[in-house]
């Protein structure tokens, strides 16, 4: 191949070699060999596959799941409102304030006992999915400390005073203001 330069006026001719190019090949792309299917030692048979995890739809531990199902068994209490709390004294009360005969959670009267005890819940959030559940977990943990300190249960039909409960042997009432009381 010949070049042609203007250097100086002159002309220059530059003999160039040919750009090497790439061999061309008839042989097809290696392709990765099959990793034979692992095979369980013991029984020489293949093992099952195992389906992807579910992401959980619970921000609840399981630990603490079982906890609560252990402390409804020791109770007596085989529904499922009892099996997902922890069991003290304010998750009973509000189970019975707040639970249909069904077992369903009514949001609306929770929300009238938060009023009645004075918590805000303007500011938690209801737009994302599990929003009531959050509120339910959230309101109930705010509530326990007002009312482990204030030793007064409020709802919108009246009040129970914890210490009075206490006083007259009610265990549970004293359990619960023994661990929120501080």
């Known amino acids: ?23 061309t090949t008839t042989q097809p ?6 990793q034979p299917a692992a095979v369980d030692d013991v029984y020489g048979e293949y093992p099952a596959e195992t ?6 739809k619970t921000v609840v531990k399981t630990a603490y799941k079982h906890r609560y199902q252990d402390r409804a068994k020791a ?11 922890n069991g ?3 998750q009973r009360e509000l189970q019975a304030e707040c639970n249909d005969a069904k077992g369903n959670f009514d949001l609306g009267r929770f929300e009238r ?13 209801r737009t994302s999915n599990g929003w009531q559940g959050r509120v339910r977990m959230s309101g109930s943990l705010v509530l326990r400390g007002v009312v482990g300190k ?13 210490v009075e409960l206490a006083a007259q042997g009610d265990h549970d009432a004293a359990e619960f203001l ?5």
């Open 178 to 182: 023994s661990k929120w009381a501080n």
């Open 51 to 56: 389906p992807k995890a579910l992401a959980p």
């Open 88 to 90: 003290d004294w304010l």
């Open 75 to 85: 109770r007596g209490l085989t529904d499922k409102a009892s099996r997902r709390g």
């Open 113 to 125: 006992i938060l009023d009645a005890n004075g918590v805000d819940y303007s500011r938690w959030n």
């Open 29 to 34: 792309a290696l392709q990765p060999e099959p």
């Open 1 to 23: 191949m010949t070049k042609r330069t203007h250097k100086g006026g002159r002309v220059l001719e530059i003999e160039a070699e040919a750009p090497a190019t790439a061999p």
């Open 150 to 162: 204030s030793g007064v249960f409020r709802t919108p039909d009246g009040e129970q005073n914890l």
